[in-house]
C-alpha cells in the first residue's frame, strides 16, 4: 500500500525525470555518433524561432531605445528654446519699456526747456492704493532723492497729476487730481476765471473731479480748459488739468459748478515727473 501510495503520488515526476535522462543518454549517443538525435532535432526545431524572435526582440529594444533617445534629445531642445524665447520675449519688453521712457524723457525736455525754472525728478509708480475711497498711488522715491510732502507732480507734458500728501526715505505717495482731499487753485476759460479744484467722491468713481469756488460773474462752458493758477505756491501756473465736460448748478440754482474730465487718465500712468522746486517769473 505505502508502495503503491509513493507511486500515485511521486510517479509523474519520475516519469518526467527518466523521460529527460532518456532523451539526454540519447543526445549524447547521437553526438558520438555523428548523427542528429530526436534530442537535438527536438532543439533544433524549437532554437530557430526561438532565435528569430530573440533577433526581431532585440531589434525593437533597439529601435525603442534610439526612440527614447531621440525624445530625450527632442525635449531637452524644446525646453532649452522655450527658455530661450522666454529670455528674448522678456528683452523685447525691457526695450518696449526703455522706448517708451525714452520717449517720455524726450517730451519731457521739450517741455521743460520752455520751464526752465522748474527742478523735475521722475519715478516710477510701484503700487495703488487699494481703497474705493481715495485716488492715491505709491513711487520709488522719497526724501533721499529731494521730493518733499506738498511737491507737485506731472506728466512729460507738463499736466497735473497731484500732489505728495506721504514720504519715506525711498517711497512717496502721491494724493492724485481727483482725489477727494484734493484742492488746486484754477483758471478756466478764455477770460481765466479763478476757481477752486476740488475733489468729489461721486465724481472720483467716474475718474472726474470738479471745479467750484468761481469768482463772482464767472461763466464757464463745457469744452473751457482749467489750467493751475498758481496761487497757494504748492503748484506752478499754467499746468495743465482738464476740460470741462458738464457745468451744473447746486444750493437751488445759487451755485455753479463744472465737471472736469483730468488731462490724465491715473489709471494708466506708469511713470511721472515731481517738481522739486520751481520759480514764479512774472
Known amino acids: 500500500?505505502?508502495?503503491?501510495?509513493?507511486?500515485?503520488?511521486?510517479?509523474?515526476?519520475?516519469?518526467?525525470?527518466?523521460?529527460?535522462?532518456?532523451?539526454?543518454?540519447?543526445a549524447s549517443a547521437a553526438l558520438r555518433s555523428g548523427r542528429a538525435g530526436f534530442l537535438q532535432n527536438a532543439n533544433g526545431t524549437m532554437m530557430g524561432p526561438l532565435q528569430r524572435a530573440t533577433t526581431a526582440l532585440y531589434g525593437w529594444m533597439e529601435r525603442l531605445y534610439g526612440y527614447i533617445y531621440d525624445y530625450d534629445l527632442i525635449l531637452e531642445e524644446n525646453n532649452?528654446?522655450?527658455?530661450?524665447?522666454?529670455?528674448?520675449?522678456?528683452?523685447?519688453?525691457?526695450?518696449a519699456n526703455l522706448e517708451e521712457e525714452n520717449l517720455r524723457l524726450r517730451t519731457l525736455f521739450d517741455w521743460a526747456q520752455h520751464q526752465t525754472n522748474m527742478t523735475l525728478e521722475s519715478a516710477k509708480i510701484v503700487s495703488w492704493d487699494p481703497s474705493n475711497y481715495i485716488s492715491a498711488f505709491t513711487i520709488s522715491k522719497g526724501s533721499d532723492s529731494g521730493i518733499e510732502l506738498g511737491d507737485c507732480v506731472i506728466t512729460e507734458y507738463g499736466a497735473l497729476v497731484g500732489q505728495v500728501m506721504e514720504l519715506g526715505t525711498d517711497w512717496a505717495t502721491i494724493r492724485s487730481i481727483i482725489d477727494v482731499d484734493m484742492d488746486v487753485g484754477a483758471l478756466v476759460g478764455v477770460y481765466s476765471y479763478a476757481g477752486m479744484v476740488t475733489g468729489d467722491f461721486a465724481l472720483m468713481r467716474q475718474g472726474?473731479?470738479?471745479?467750484?469756488?468761481?469768482?463772482?460773474?464767472?461763466?464757464?462752458?463745457?469744452?473751457?480748459e482749467v489750467l493751475t493758477s498758481g496761487r497757494g505756491g504748492s503748484f506752478p501756473p499754467g499746468l495743465m488739468i482738464g476740460v470741462i465736460t458738464a457745468v451744473m448748478t447746486e444750493n437751488g440754482g445759487q451755485a455753479t459748478y463744472g465737471v472736469i474730465q483730468p488731462t490724465v487718465d491715473v489709471s494708466r500712468l506708469s511713470q511721472i515727473f515731481i517738481i522739486k522746486d520751481f520759480e514764479i517769473i512774472e
Open 1 to 26: 500500500m505505502k508502495l503503491k501510495h509513493y507511486l500515485t503520488k511521486y510517479g509523474i515526476r519520475m516519469a518526467v525525470i527518466v523521460l529527460i535522462l532518456a532523451l539526454v543518454i540519447g
Open 80 to 95: 532649452s528654446l522655450r527658455a530661450e524665447n522666454a529670455a528674448l520675449r522678456e528683452q523685447v519688453r525691457e526695450y
Open 208 to 224: 472726474q473731479t470738479r471745479l467750484a469756488y468761481l469768482t463772482s460773474g464767472a461763466q464757464i462752458f463745457a469744452g473751457d
